[in-house]
Each structure stands twice: as C-alpha cells, then as structure tokens.
C-alpha cells in the first residue's frame, strides 16, 4: 500500500535504519488504518503517501528529539490512531508501550493492529485525567507522550502525572510553538517538569516541533484535576 524506499527515505533523514520486516508492519499498519477508518472516524490522512509522512515519519522523528535507553517504558496519552507510540513500537521493539484512549473503538483498533503486527503493546481504555490518578499507572513511565491533543498548558496536566521523577513528557506539536509553551512554564512547574529542549525539524512541507519536558520532581497529588477544571482553570 505505501511507497516502502519513500519510508525508509525519511527513515534514513531521522537516523533510522528499517529493516525489510519493519517496512512490511508499516504497510499492513497502513492497510488496517486505512480499512478502519472506514468504520470509525480514525484519521483525515488516508493518501498513501501522506501517511508516510505526516503519521509514520512525523512518529519517528521523536527518537531524533530525545535519546530513549533500551528497554523504556512509553505511554502514549489520547493515542487516537497509535500515533506517536505504534511506529515507535515497531521502530524499537524492546521499549514496553502503553497506549491510552477514552474511545473504546480506538483501543479495538489498536489492539487489533498490535495483535497483528506482534507488537505487544497494552491499550487502556480510559480518560487522561483518570488514568493519571491511578496508582498502576501514576509516576510509572520513562515517557509519556502526546500529538496533538490540546495546548501544553492542558496538556501538561494530563501527560506528566504519568512520567516517573527522572523520566520525560514529550510533546508533539506544530512548528510555531514559541508562544504556547510561554503560556504553559506555570503549569510545567507546578506538575513537576522542566522544559529541556524544543527540537524543530521539518520533512517536506510538515513543520514540526518536538517539546521535551524533564520530570525533576513528583506531581503534587491534586494534580490532574477533573476534565472540567483542567479546561476551564489551566494552571
């Protein structure tokens, strides 16, 4: 379905050597978005080519922006469709991911395409804010990471509850991110977290910016509020 050499072109651009099994769980990952998208509303991004490098090439760039040890932990918060932590999972299999959505649907696809592709991966049907005071899964994770699901200020409140005291919130977001990330200092501080690095790159005409956030202390325990409050209060 997708244009392999055109994958592994970019691959190549992010430091990244795929190998020709790799390439094929790619493919069938395309395949499976681009049939369940059909059912359930997944992506806006069904061109061959533009999965190539708005999904799979833009999830990868994340291990340009920040150094991930062997054998990490992940969890992708508000995945949607496995993006970033599906191509990171097949990328690097030995990190463990966690993926987390409040959609039910989601996370059958999500399964679907891990059983499918023998990735692993656990899917958690669960809210953000939810998912963050539970003790399993609270300051567990190496990494936390999100693309493209609210501003930082928000965002920060639902990721870095996850992250262990040491560990990284690594936020996806678009290039003009200057402004936002000004906006979100209080909140980043408050959680925790310290701004590390603003890595931005561009593939084609994607202009990205990749936000690392360091964990330099424990997440006071009334954070995150409820959805409610996140959103009509940011910090």
């Known amino acids: 379905m997708i244009e392999q050499p055109l994958l592994q072109q970019f691959a190549n651009q992010l430091g990244v050597t795929l190998s020709q099994q790799q390439l094929d769980q790619f493919d069938r990952y395309a395949q499976l978005l681009v049939e369940w998208n059909e059912k359930i509303n997944l992506t806006a991004i069904v061109d061959p080519r533009e999965i190539v490098i708005k999904h799979f090439a833009d999830s990868i760039s994340f291990l340009k922006a920040v150094s991930v040890p062997e054998g990490s932990s992940l969890i992708d918060i508000g995945t949607g469709a496995g993006f970033p932590s599906t191509p990171l999972a097949i990328v690097r299999p030995d990190l463990k991911v966690t993926q987390l959505d409040s959609l039910n649907k989601r996370v059958l696809f999500l399964q679907e395409v891990s059983d499918q592709l023998g990735l692993g991966i656990q899917t958690i049907h669960q809210r953000a804010e939810d998912g963050g005071r539970d003790?399993?899964?609270?300051?567990?994770?190496?990494?936390?990471?999100?693309?493209?699901?609210?501003?930082?200020?928000?965002?920060?409140?639902?990721?870095?509850?996850?992250?262990?005291?040491?560990?990284?919130?690594?936020?996806?977001?678009?290039?003009?991110?200057?402004?936002?990330?000004?906006?979100?200092?209080?909140?980043?501080?408050?959680?925790?977290?310290?701004?590390?690095?603003?890595?931005?790159?561009?593939?084609?005409?994607?202009?990205?910016?990749?936000?690392?956030?360091?964990?330099?202390?424990?997440?006071?325990?009334?954070?995150?509020?409820?959805?409610?409050?996140?959103?009509?209060?940011?910090?």
């Open 135 to 235: 003790t399993v899964l609270r300051e567990k994770f190496d990494f936390a990471t999100a693309r493209a699901v609210a501003n930082m200020q928000t965002l920060s409140e639902y990721c870095l509850p996850y992250v262990k005291p040491g560990g990284y919130f690594v936020a996806m977001k678009g290039y003009e991110i200057e402004e936002e990330l000004e906006q979100a200092k209080k909140a980043i501080r408050t959680l925790g977290g310290k701004t590390e690095a603003v890595e931005k790159f561009q593939l084609e005409d994607n202009s990205r910016a990749i936000i690392v956030v360091k964990k330099i202390s424990q997440t006071p325990p009334k954070y995150p509020r409820n959805a409610g409050k996140i959103k009509k209060s940011p910090l």
